[in-house]
Nanobody, 125 residues
Framework: QLQLVESGGGLVQPGGSLRLSCAAS????????IGWFRQAPGKEREGVSC????????NYADSVKGRFTISRDDAKNTVYLQMNSLKPEDTGVYYC??????????????????WGQGTQVTVSS
């Protein structure tokens, strides 16, 4: 059974950087689109970024474009989210999730099946 584990979260000052990892076990990530989502206290979960299998296409929420970069290393069964120029509004629990869709451009409304437990990101001075 596929299990996802996020790591790399923490406390960072505004303008700082973090790199989140989403490591899979129990199955290979090769066949999946992977999405990153976040949920801030009192707010609904929102899509942050996604990457299709093979990595030839990615997508970002407008709020993170130019600051976040998603990538995948299928040899390591891991997907990354590099977050730069962090802002307080980036604070939240970040989750990764898998989708079996075959869209050439992934989106945040498609069905994501397996989810990790999340990693906390706090951006504060």
């Amino acid at each position: 059974q596929l299990q996802l584990v996020e790591s790399g979260g923490g406390l960072v000052q505004p303008g700082g950087s973090l790199r989140l990892s989403c490591a899979a076990s129990g199955s290979t990530l090769d066949y999946f689109t992977i999405g990153w989502f976040r949920q801030a206290p009192g707010k609904e979960r929102e899509g942050v970024s996604c990457i299709i299998r093979g990595g030839s296409s990615v997508n970002y929420a407008d709020s993170v474009k130019g600051r976040f970069t998603i990538s995948r290393d299928d040899a390591k069964n891991t997907v990354y989210l590099q977050m730069n120029s962090l802002k307080p509004e980036d604070t939240g629990v970040y989750y990764c999730a898998t989708s079996v869709s075959l869209f050439r451009l992934c989106n945040f409304d498609e069905k994501y099946d397996d989810w990790g437990q999340g990693t906390q990101v706090t951006v504060s001075s």
